[in-house]
């Protein structure tokens, strides 16, 4: 199934009962008076939040989604029936635009979370409460009011603990194999990922997290170059930003360079993400003798100046990922435990 991470959709909610004029009419009764019910109300349109779904691909077939609307009032003073709620799922992690307005109405980041998104029409009120001590016999009702209709663009971002940044061929998909139970296509050309790719890292059995893989940057791409840039904004929830630099390009490009331009097209992205914690991981050691590994890594880490955390790792041999992993799960608890 094609990853859709942005979809439009109209809700309709249903309009409000009529309420009715009506009197009352019975045997041995002189004065019946008034008994014209109201209306119902009408059905409103809610989105909730669901762990099952992890796309939007649902909203490219089914565009309109129209609540119930209420029934008009009845004899004896009885009330219509009121429309039934609709309720739509959407994937956790999903925004909720105004389409005319371009306003945030919500944001579904937990499982079950309900949002409404069209109220549905109040009900019409019948003659029976319109009478009073003036008016005894009121021929007058009033209408339902219409439900709400809006045009909404749904946006995901999906929720991870963990991202991973990096140049195309970086071995991001490689790594999420290793440490998780994803199986993103791997292969030894670039851009094999072509949507993001969720894992969830389980570290002893007890403790857990999860970790996303995004199509892999090249230059330009904050100005729409190659396929990261449309997915960079799934980076933008998680705690960790993950930056994986291949020390043994099969080009022979500088990794230090390539590293540099990744940043330089996230900061044009979003400046903030660079502010987030950043760990560089310097992938495929396994490709250079011990020594020269160790040499390259020394070499791009002085050259960036990088002062935050860094790992030397074998992706595809999983060599120096599980100390990656239990550092990572440690550091969530902390910021938790912080929070």
């Known amino acids: 199934m094609r990853f859709v991470d942005e979809a439009t959709i109209k809700v309709i909610a249903g309009d409000g009962g009529n309420g009715i004029v009506s009197f009352r009419r019975e045997k041995f009764i002189e004065r019946g008076g008034p008994d014209g019910g109201d209306g119902g109300d009408g059905g409103s349109v809610f989105l909730i939040g669901s762990h099952d779904l992890n796309t939007l691909s649902d909203f490219r077939t089914i565009r309109t989604y129209t609540a119930e609307q209420g029934q008009k009032g009845g004899r004896r003073k009885m009330t219509g029936k009121g429309g039934d709620d609709l309720y739509v799922q959407v994937p956790v992690g999903t925004l909720i635009y105004d389409m005319d307005t371009e306003e945030l109405i919500g944001d579904i980041t937990e499982d079950k979370q309900v949002q409404l998104v069209a109220k549905g029409g109040f009900h019409g009120l019948g003659n029976t409460r319109f009478k009073s001590s003036v008016n005894r016999t009121p021929r007058q009702c009033t209408e339902g009011t219409r439900g709400e209709r809006r045009e909404l663009r749904l946006e995901l971002k999906v929720l991870a603990d963990v991202g991973l940044l990096g140049l195309p061929n970086a071995g991001k998909s490689t790594l999420i194999r290793a440490v998780s139970h994803a199986r993103p296509k791997v292969a030894d050309y670039p851009f094999t990922t072509l949507h993001p790719n969720l894992g969830v890292v389980d570290v002893d059995g007890l403790r857990s997290f999860v970790i996303a893989d ?39 490009s500088d990794p230090v360079d390539s590293a540099n331009k990744i940043l330089h097209e996230l900061e044009k992205y979003n400046p ?53 992993v239990f550092d990572i799960m440690n550091y969530l608890e902390e910021c938790d435990e912080q929070a």
């Open 272 to 324: 903030a993400m660079l502010e987030e914690p950043r760990w560089l991981v310097l992938n495929k050691t396994d490709l250079l003798p011990r020594e020269e590994a160790e040499l390259v890594c020394r070499d791009i880490v002085d050259r960036m100046n990088w002062k935050g955390p860094v790992y030397k790792i074998s992706a595809i041999s999983a060599d120096g990922t599980r100390k990656l």
């Open 214 to 252: 995004i199509p892999g940057l090249i230059e330009g791409a904050a100005e729409g170059a190659g396929l990261g840039v449309q997915f960079l904004k799934h980076l933008s929830r998680t705690r960790i930003l993950l930056h994986v630099v291949d020390i043994a390009p099969y080009d022979n």
